[in-house]
């Protein structure tokens, strides 16, 4: 079997194995260290996620930035791309069974958001990161490997477990300029 084909496998098994008080601590702890970074007190336009199969939370961090007038986006598939909608409280469910915004806003480029939070199997040391294998964060921010202005800044969140020494980056593979977990905050400060 392909190495990360094996590493998927393998760190998806883990976290679905995490008891709910597991996850609800780590959830905690990653919020406390969200909270801590200056960017959100900066900056306006956030990006996050939905967590889905023991994906860690960032829903208390959600209720965090609505009270502090932030503008929150959630990301929309369609086909094999990905873009980012207002969020402004109806979710549907896509096709993957991941709750999506319902209302639809007109479309944004992703470079007028600030930080976006994405959600990853595996992180190293370098800021690579493995993805669920659809490439959906990689085509997104494509247009960020050629381009001076690093809008957004591509964050990505994690148990602190999910770091491994050594990814082997693709070419096509947009690196991230930090990790956040219920441990730590990595800073990638080469990009
Ligand atoms: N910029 C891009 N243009 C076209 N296809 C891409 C691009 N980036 C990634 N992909 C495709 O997405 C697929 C999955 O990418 P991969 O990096 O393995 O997944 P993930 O980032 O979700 O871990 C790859 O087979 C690749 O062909
Ligand atoms: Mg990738």
Redesign the pocket.
Known sequence: MEE?TFL?RTIRQRRRALSQLEQQQASFSLVQNIKKLSELKRFKRFAIYYPCNGEISLLSLLTHLKKHNKIIYLPILKG?KMYFMRYEGKLKKNRFNIPEPAQHFQKIHPSILNVIFTP??AFDDRGN???????????CF?YLSFRSNKKPLLYGVAYDWQRISNLTP?C???PLHKVITDQRIYDFYEH
Do not use: E, P, S
Request: cysteine-free.
């Open positions: 990360k998927r094999k990853l199997l990161r493995l993805g669920m294998g659809g490439g959906f964060y990689d085509r494509h693709n096509w593979d947009i």
